[in-house]
C-alpha cells in the first residue's frame, strides 16, 4: 500500500505485489517467467486471467483438484491465504503470455480446431479474446501437450472436478482420437 499526496490531499492506493518468497516457491515450477519451462507437464501460467489462476489454486486447496502427477501443488496451494492466492494470480496473470510453440500433427490440429469449435469453445475463448478474464474456461490454446494430457486425465478419472455440469457432458462426448485431436490442436497455437 503507498499513500500519495497530490495538493495536500492523501490517497491511499493499494497494490497487488506477491510476496517474493511465495512467488520463489511457484517459480520452482512454473519458472519466474510462468513458462514452465523444463517441466513438460507444468502448466504455462503467465498471462492466464487472474480469475483462472485464482480458481485453479482454490481447487487445489479444496480438493476439487487432487494432485495425483503433482502433490507438491496440493502442498503447495494448502499453505496459501487468501490474499497471497490473490497476489500470486495477479503477479502471474500480468506477464506476457507465452506459448508451447510444439510441433503438431497438421491433420490433427483441423480435426481439434473442429472439436473445440463445436464442444469447448463457448467456455474455452481464446487467450486474446476480450472477454477471456469473464470466461467460465481457461484459456487452453498455446499450453503445452503433456499438461494437456495430465488435465484431460484428471478430468476422465475424477481427480479434477469440472467447473459447469455441461463440461462433464461434453468430455463423455469425446474419445482418446478427439482428446488427441483437442490436444494437438491447443498446443500447436501460436499467440
Known amino acids: 500500500m503507498f499513500a500519495l499526496v497530490l495538493c495536500g490531499v492523501v490517497s491511499v492506493i493499494q497494490v497487488a505485489v506477491a510476496a517474493p ?6 517459480a520452482t515450477c512454473h519458472g519466474a517467467d510462468g ?3 523444463g517441466f513438460d507437464s507444468v ?3 503467465a498471462g492466464t486471467p487472474a480469475a483462472h489462476l485464482e480458481e485453479a489454486l482454490y481447487a487445489y486447496q479444496d480438493g476439487a483438484r487432487r494432485c ?5 501443488m496440493c502442498e503447495t496451494a494448502a499453505n496459501l491465504s487468501e490474499t497471497e492466492i490473490v497476489d500470486l494470480a495477479e503477479h502471474f496473470s500480468a506477464m506476457r503470455r507465452i506459448s508451447a510453440r510444439e510441433t ?3 491433420a490433427l490440429v483441423v480435426t481439434g480446431e473442429r472439436i473445440h469449435t463445436e464442444h469447448c469453445a463457448k467456455c474455452h475463448v481464446l487467450p486474446g479474446d476480450e472477454g477471456v478474464e469473464d470466461a467460465i474456461g481457461i484459456p487452453l490454446q498455446g499450453q503445452r501437450s503433456a499438461y494437456l494430457k495430465i488435465a484431460f486425465q484428471s478430468y476422465l478419472s475424477g481427480d479434477r472436478e469440472t ?3 455441461e463440461m462433464a457432458e461434453k468430455l463423455e462426448l469425446l474419445d482418446a482420437s478427439d482428446i488427441d485431436a483437442l490436444i494437438n490442436y491447443y498446443s500447436s497455437y501460436e499467440l
Request: proline content about 17%; aromatic content about 0%.
Open 163 to 165: 467447473l459447469v455440469p
Open 104 to 106: 503438431p500433427d497438421v
Open 43 to 45: 502448466p504455462i501460467i
Open 21 to 26: 518468497e511465495k512467488t520463489e516457491v511457484c
Open 35 to 37: 513458462s514452465g519451462a
Open 68 to 72: 495425483v502427477e503433482e502433490p507438491v
